[in-house]
């Protein structure tokens, strides 16, 4: 058994928190975005999926699911924060509470592995990738998609700075993720060296510049209200103020938001 740290714990707890408290706001803002971006990191696979038995890993509201279904594949989904996968529930494929780190499945079920904006929140990674080898069959795929480490969109700063002016702090959580881990998947030598070590053959890790939709400053603006890092201080202020603050990031955001948001797209076969 791999030894994992106090602080890995209470960093992944943390994370559990914040993403349990989350589900609603994400569908709500960030999920309009991800189900961009979950549908392009399957595009990656360069083959049809369907009728794979295919494992949607941090699955979240589900975005990457439905990307699965409509490919006709067969997902299930799995989540740290349960109440991630209790979003709209009846309408879902299968879906599993478990860790990344110590995944609740036999050996070699599934035929891929979709692992969209998940891997950068887990602090070991080679554990995870090793996971994701362990329960993929011979001839399999993992697909997993990350930010790189200097992606930016002027968004983020622009409605982080009015949400500063309203008291808000970035959480613990958020700092440690952004220092140490999100780091390990944000560059992508780091990231393709940590799959190959894990046992992952052919790896590849290349740049998407995918349409997010980000040029709409109405979406771009619930896509930072609405991360979990920021959703528990927003529903700390009263329905009005939360109004004038939507109003004034709206009003900070430049002109001419790019539509993009880069992201880092991991392709790998399993032998
Ligand atoms: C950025 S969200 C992405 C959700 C979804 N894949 C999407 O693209 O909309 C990351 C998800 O990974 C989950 N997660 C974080 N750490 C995890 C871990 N160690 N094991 C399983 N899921 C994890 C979170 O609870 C959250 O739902």
Not at 56 to 80: F, K, M, N
């Amino acid at each position: 058994m791999h030894p994992v740290s106090g602080s890995d714990q209470a960093l992944v707890a943390g994370i559990r928190t914040a993403y349990a408290h989350g589900a609603d706001g994400w569908a709500a803002g960030p999920a309009t975005v991800y189900r961009r971006l979950a549908e392009a990191l399957i595009a990656t696979a360069g083959q049809p999926l369907a009728g794979w038995r295919v494992l949607d890993l941090g699955t979240g509201t589900g975005v990457a699911c439905e990307a699965l279904s409509r490919a006709a594949a067969h997902p299930v989904g799995l989540d740290l924060a349960v109440e991630m996968l209790a979003h709209r529930r009846a309408q879902r494929p299968p879906g599993v509470a478990g860790d990344a780190r110590a995944l609740p499945f036999r050996d070699h079920v599934f035929d891929a592995v979709v692992a969209a904006f998940c891997l950068n929140h887990v602090p070991d990674l080679g554990l995870a990738l090793a996971e994701c080898r362990r329960v993929t069959r011979s001839g399999g795929l993992l697909l997993a998609s990350s930010f790189p480490a200097d992606a930016d969109h002027p968004a983020k700063a622009a409605v982080e700075a009015v949400l500063t002016e309203y008291g808000y702090q970035r959480p613990d959580w958020y700092a440690t993720f952004k220092e140490r881990v999100a780091k390990l998947t944000g560059d992508p030598d780091t990231f393709a060296r940590t799959a190959s070590a894990a046992g992952l053959t052919d790896v590849h890790v290349d740049l998407l510049e995918a349409d997010a939709g980000l040029d709409d400053p109405h979406l771009a603006v619930e896509w930072r209200l609405n991360m979990p890092h920021t959703l528990g201080f927003l529903t700390t202020l009263a329905p009005t103020t939360r109004a004038e603050l939507r109003a004034r990031a709206i009003a900070a955001l430049p002109p001419d938001l790019p539509s993009v948001v880069p992201t880092l797209a991991l392709r790998a076969r399993i032998v």
